[in-house]
């Protein structure tokens, strides 16, 4: 016990005590703002490599967007990328962020399903299917239950099993060969069960949207409950995401 309060007070806290309220570097691309500058919107369309841009008003889909930055550099008056980390959320509408609009990405609290506050406010476990990722997005999933970001200390956890899941997490735009694989791993899972779309490429393709390799049925027939974009998603999205759609929040006084 004393090596350990020894430990503690020469190297301080390893983990990060509050993850709402967490910093991230400055290179960190989280959530744009637009501003109502008016510039050249055909040209601004066309900067962006995965269509994830329109026009009139001006918004970005973070669902889409690869977060290259390149129209922040060429916009700079137009668009900037801020360092909030919250972008996740039940609804895949909100995740469009819209010129003018200086509101929050977040979950929905009206629609998330009552069973998921009553299940997993608690406890939630994971079966991670990778359908065809470039591994960029399994490595934060990974950080994100390393020392540091320490997810397992909310109850939230991956799993081996399917059959010891609450729902599965997709990362990858779930290729041809994978689809079946995705398709088996979440009927394993017991009812009820969830399922959650990290980066993206889950989200939407990305930059493989149009693919004759992709196949994307799975997500057409059913229902996502939560969407956490990025490329790759942050730990800290990744928690705060998972955090917002179990738990119920307190409220405001």
């Known amino acids: 016990m004393f090596d350990n309060i ?19 570097p400055g290179i960190f691309r989280g959530r744009p703002v637009i501003s109502s500058e008016k510039v050249n919107e055909t040209e601004l369309m066309e900067l962006c490599p995965v269509d994830a841009i329109s026009a009139s008003p001006v918004s970005i889909d973070l669902g889409k967007c690869t977060f290259c930055g390149e129209c922040a550099k ?19 509408d909100r995740l469009i962020v819209k010129e003018g609009d200086d509101q929050p990405v977040e979950v929905n609290p009206e629609t998330v399903r009552n069973d998921i506050h009553r299940l997993f406010g608690r406890s939630l476990k994971l079966r991670q299917v990778s359908a065809g990722g470039d591994g960029s997005y399994e490595m934060e999933l990974n950080a994100a239950n390393n020392v540091q970001f320490d997810m397992s200390r909310f109850g939230i956890e991956f799993v081996a099993s399917p059959r010891h899941a609450d729902g599965i997490v997709i990362t990858g735009p779930i290729t041809e060969n994978m689809a079946k694989s995705v398709q088996i791993c979440y009927d394993a899972v017991p009812e009820p069960k969830i399922i959650v779309l990290v980066g993206t490429d889950a989200i ?16 057409v027939t059913y229902p996502v409950d939560l969407y956490i974009p990025g490329n790759p998603a942050h730990p ?10 179990t738990r119920k929040r307190k409220s405001k006084v």
């Open 204 to 219: 939407s393709g990305g930059i493989l949207e149009n693919s004759a390799a992709i196949e994307r049925s799975f997500l």
């Open 236 to 245: 800290l999205t990744i928690i705060n995401g998972l955090l917002d759609l």
């Open 6 to 24: 020894k430990i503690v007070y020469h190297q301080g806290k390893q983990f990060i005590p509050d993850v709402t309220k967490a910093k991230v």
């Open 74 to 92: 060429r916009f700079p008056n137009k668009i900037r990328f801020t360092t909030d980390y919250k972008i996740a959320t039940n609804e895949r």
